[in-house]
T-cell receptor, first 121, second 112 residues
Framework: DADVTQTPRNRITKTGKRIMLECSQT?????MYWYRQDPGLGLRLIYY???????NKGEISDGYSVSRQAQAKFSLSLESAIPNQTALYFCATSDSAGGSLAGGPGANVLTFGAGSRLTVL | GDSVTQMEGPVTLSEEAFLTINCTYTATGYPSLFWYVQYPGEGLQLLLK?????DKGSNKGFEATYRKETTSFHLEKGSVQVSDSAVYFCALSNTGGFKTIFGAGTRLFVKA
């Protein structure tokens, strides 16, 4: 089984529908992230979570919400989908032990899921 | 704010050619630098990393050196293979180590 599993892998929906993308991980990592990938724009951060009680907005959080149901589960919701939310969505995890907050650089290595392709018509 | 700029693609090479994909960054403090690779239909995976100036990351024949004086982290490989065809992303992680910023990605095609 994959370390980071995303469901569904592909979804086509209509404008105004509510959509949930789910992510689960077996890495035991405390940090989880949702990114959106658009051609020519790279990956942009939607939300991130350091633990179950800590949720933070990323650079493009408008129109999205998240829930961290457990350390291993982090879901992304689109309450009312619109066509410009058509994109490839990635969940990722990292281990806080891989970063250093006290002097010197850290290395926040991300482990990604395979992606969820969402099309909003 | 922090940012990453990498060369636009696609880059098309013949097998065994030399590869360079340029990457420059803007950041405060001392970021860690990464190259991630995305093969068709898959998520990104770490290719190599460097956590301080003058470090060289290497993996699978790919190399990149953290150049603080030129704020660069160019990816190189001496002899590419068809199996190297993928999208390559340069990225940085800020000093706190909790947020990663990606470049736009460079698609590489390698012809047999």
């Amino acid at each position: 089984d994959a370390d980071v599993t995303q469901t569904p892998r592909n979804r086509i929906t209509k404008t105004g529908k509510r959509i949930m993308l789910e992510c689960s991980q077996t890495k035991g990592h405390d940090r989880m992230y949702w990114y959106r990938q658009d051609p020519g724009l790279g990956l942009r951060l939607i939300y991130y979570s350091f633990d179950v009680k800590d949720i933070n907005k990323g650079e493009i959080s408008d129109g999205y919400s998240v829930s961290r149901q457990a350390q291993a589960k982090f879901s992304l919701s689109l309450e009312s989908a619109i066509p410009n939310q058509t994109a490839l969505y990635f969940c990722a995890t990292s281990d806080s032990a891989g970063g250093s907050l006290a002097g010197g650089p850290g290395a926040n290595v991300l482990t990604f899921g395979a992606g969820s392709r969402l099309t909003v018509l | 704010g922090d940012s990453v700029t990498q060369m636009e693609g696609p880059v098309t090479l013949s097998e065994e050619a030399f590869l360079t994909i340029n990457c420059t960054y803007t950041a405060t403090g001392y970021p860690s630098l990464f190259w991630y690779v995305q093969y068709p239909g898959e998520g990104l995976q770490l290719l190599l990393k460097a956590t301080k100036a003058d470090d060289k990351g290497s993996n699978k024949g790919f190399e990149a050196t953290y150049r603080k004086e030129t704020t660069s982290f160019h990816l190189e490989k001496g002899s590419v293979q068809v199996s190297d065809s993928a999208v390559y992303f340069c990225a940085l992680s800020n000093t706190g180590g909790f947020k990663t910023i990606f470049g736009a990605g460079t698609r590489l095609f390698v012809k047999a």
